[in-house]
């Protein structure tokens, strides 16, 4: 399929770009959710599982000392619900084994995504949507997770659980091993999305990709999101931009404060990264700190640097709709209840130029 | 279109186009202080303000680049950008 750009002198008003009913819909679909402002918090320094190439352990904050007082938690969401945040990413190194916590979070702030491996089921009582770390089949994640039955497990745990998805993340190593994984997902009912395996800082390791991997990764996304739509929450232009050889931060930007200086508007003013000490560093803080910025294709990333790219996209009627699927994908993976739209743009489009 | 417009008219429509595009309840275009700070005060993000400006561009044929922003911060500034805007084009 050839990628399409739009011709410099193609000149269209927001109003035409909006004038379809389909587009109309999911444009007001997706603008009632303006209103998310996140930020991430380290739950605990604790994992059940060491796998190759985990950005938690890469970096300073994997030394933090553990907060394990609920009460001191629940005075930071307050906090932090003070300062505007409505929605919470739990992540490192495994929330999972901090329960307590997670609920006084959920009470606190109910709009939010919990990052686990999925070896330790979360309770229902937890209403935020759940994203559970998928490396491969059984054979590689016990090579890089060390972990035996794993993809078992997390299906066990989390088989018809309207909170869960599923995130593949693809790395050099594992991208033939995709297709019967998604279908043992499929199989199960269970929905899934994918992520790029990005370096952190410092890695030597295997895992990172090549061109010629990224091009592979894209084929491979796009055949399995066309084999397997109703479980897979994707699109091609998601497929494109966490696959294009320059990265989210060469192609769009990124705006997290870590590298982005401004404390003007959106995620330079708002967004915190806490560690499990509930300190945080403007220096330091993005979605997956300790990642080589150069290298980022994380899904993570993209949920903010592409979504906040709106007036970028607002060119031409493809590449709207592309980035509305984009933004459509983001909410249907991260925030519970939404669902996801059919894509409205089935071809490949080239990100827009800065 | 004419190269300028009326500055409080400009303010009047601009307020108009930001109660109608964020949903804003008890104001209106004429109570709206262009003074007022959006980010501070009305607490509108960065999603806010690229819907906006797409809306004001389509209203007034001016291209606002996406790196000025930062600077549009009351409905005032916003109208004075646009009225040198206009007539930078004249």
């Not at chain 1, 629940?74 to 916590?101: D, H, S, Y």
């Not at chain 1, 054979?139 to 299906?155: P, W």
């Not at chain 1, 030597?204 to 990224?214: A, F, K, N, P």
Request: with cysteine; hydrophobic share 35%.
């Amino acid at each position: 399929m050839n990628a399409t750009r739009p011709s410099s002198t193609q000149k269209y008003k927001f109003a035409d770009l909006l004038a379809g009913p389909a587009v109309r819909e999911r444009w007001e679909r997706v603008r009632k959710y303006f209103f998310l402002r996140e930020s991430t918090y380290d739950m605990t320094s604790r994992c059940n599982i060491r796998c190759d190439g985990c950005y938690y352990y890469a970096g300073e904050k994997q030394f933090a000392t553990d907060t394990g007082d609920p009460e001191a938690w629940r005075e930071l969401m307050r906090q932090e619900k003070a300062r505007g945040i409505t929605f919470v990413v739990l992540a490192g190194a495994e929330p999972a084994l901090v329960p307590g916590l997670l609920q006084v979070c959920y009470d606190e702030i109910p709009l939010g995504c919990i990052a686990t491996n999925g070896v330790k089921r979360i309770d229902d009582s937890v209403g935020y949507k759940i994203h559970v770390s998928v490396w491969g089949s059984d054979a590689t994640s016990l090579r890089v997770r060390k972990q035996k039955e794993m993809l078992e497990k997390q299906i066990g745990n989390y088989r018809g659980d309207n909170r869960a998805v599923f995130v593949y993340t693809f790395t050099r190593d594992n991208i033939d091993e995709a297709a019967p994984v998604i279908k043992q997902l499929s199989d199960n009912g269970c929905r899934v999305t994918f992520n790029m395996f990005s370096a952190p800082e410092g890695y030597e390791g295997t895992l990172v990709h090549t061109e010629e991997t990224l091009a592979k990764t894209r084929s491979v996304m796009l055949d399995l999101l066309e084999r397997y739509p109703g479980h897979v929450l994707f699109s091609p232009y998601s497929a494109v931009a966490h696959t294009h050889r320059l990265g989210l931060h060469g192609l769009y930007g990124c705006p997290y404060p870590r590298k982005n200086p401004s404390t003007d508007i959106g995620l330079g003013r708002s967004f915190r990264q806490y560690r499990s000490d509930l300190t945080w560093d403007r220096a330091a803080a993005c979605c997956v700190p300790d990642t080589d910025c150069a290298d980022c294709r994380h899904y993570a990333a993209g949920s903010a640097v592409v979504t906040s790219k709106l007036y970028r996209h607002a060119t031409d009627p493809d590449t709207f709709k592309a980035w509305l699927d984009y933004v459509d994908t983001y909410l249907a993976v991260w925030v519970k209840g939404y669902e996801k739209g059919e894509n409205l743009c089935r071809g490949i489009v080239e990100p827009p130029e800065g | 279109m004419s190269a300028t417009i009326d500055e409080k008219a400009l303010q009047l429509r601009v307020a108009e186009i930001i109660i109608a595009e964020l949903k804003l309840q008890d104001i209106t275009a004429e109570t709206f202080d262009p003074d007022l700070d959006l980010v501070d005060e009305i607490g509108i993000d960065s999603m806010d303000l690229a819907t906006i400006v797409l809306v004001l561009q389509d209203e007034y044929a001016v291209k606002i680049d996406e790196d000025d922003y930062t600077k549009l911060r009351t409905i005032g500034l916003i109208a004075g950008y646009i009225q040198e805007r206009l007539q930078a084009k004249a």
